[in-house]
């Protein structure tokens, strides 16, 4: 049996708006999991106030960009760490930097460490195929295949490609300037790309 | 042995730029399979010619809308049949009322159809169990069932949604209504909305 613990009960009432014993007893039944508790309570009839109230945790902004008449829309979430920071000129350029950099480089993922393993394998893959068709020998092909992921890297990934309005700079590099301008560390959480027709 | 028509040949051309014979073989290999007969050119050293060709079969507009100081964007396709529509006024004001309603109204799915087994599931058994708490008859249980699910859709469906400017009609009457106008069939083909630390 898990212990309800006090702030459980907090949270559960800050998600639900229901009362602190209704909550208690909801995460009896519930053996302490938050989210089943909050199932229990709408069985009962005790409506969840609305949406779970989302509390920021982090700041930062949404940025969009429309290209070619509407045929062509990106949208992007970066973070900071104060609403100040978020709201300077510098900060809201980068956004907007970004999402033009987005639109026109078509990334797939944000950093390297998202590249999905599938994805990874399959490239790996096609590109140890190739070495060998070229002929170079079995003791290289590694270090071969090796240097043509880092290109991968950089077609598909948003911080490896080389930034669109001075490609002599990464994203990344781009970014990192910005922190040292600002002071504050600065990340982008996610970004979509849409085209019409494309789905 | 899958047959190798002109029509697959042509494609796999289109996509990748490379040769008649090279595309033929390179099919030949993958059975016919042309995802599996690009994979096959690029591991003979053949690369695609950039990404795939996207060939736009729709019309229509990429919408975005960004609320409160950045803190909340939206991001929508809307399709038409022509150009011509989606190059209209009224096509183009559809669009920007649908992504200030999804701003507004938070839906999770497009249709109906979109939502999800599970989540349709879990909202019946929520349902089932807050009837039988309320200690109605289990003969009518399914039918008090049936009606809140109908106020469920409301909740999370944007076509089923009451349209945020004018909450006598639905949206998807609102999308009717433009239907009518212009004369094409229009409708959302997806949406996505960002919040600042909501990831």
Do not use: W
């Not at 709408?42 to 700041?59: C, D």
């Not at 998202?114 to 893959?125: F, G, Q, S």
């Not at 990344?172 to 910005?178: H, Q, V, Y």
């Amino acid at each position: 049996m898990a212990e309800i613990t006090a702030q459980l009960v907090k949270e559960l009432r800050e998600r639900t708006g229901a009362g602190m014993m209704e909550c208690k007893s909801a995460l009896k039944e519930a053996n302490g999991d938050l989210p089943e508790a909050e199932i229990v309570l709408r069985k009962r009839g005790i409506q969840s106030a609305g949406k779970k109230s989302s509390r920021v945790t982090k700041q930062g902004l949404i940025g969009t960009y429309i290209h070619h008449g509407g045929q062509l829309g990106v949208m992007l979430e970066v973070n900071c760490e104060s609403d100040f920071v978020a709201r300077t000129d510098d900060f809201k350029e980068l956004v907007h930097d970004l999402a033009m950099h987005i639109a026109a480089a078509d990334p797939q993922f944000v950093r390297k460490e998202d590249v999905t393993p599938a994805a990874l394998e399959r490239e790996k893959d096609i590109q140890r195929a190739r070495v060998i068709a070229e002929g170079k020998p079995e003791k290289v092909a590694d270090k071969i295949v090796e240097g043509r992921m880092a290109k991968f890297y950089e077609e598909v990934c948003l911080y490896q490609q080389p930034f669109v309005k001075e490609n002599t700079m990464s994203v990344e590099d781009l970014i990192k300037t910005k922190i040292a301008k600002l002071g504050e560390n600065i990340s982008v959480a996610r970004f979509i790309r849409y085209k019409v027709g494309d789905e």
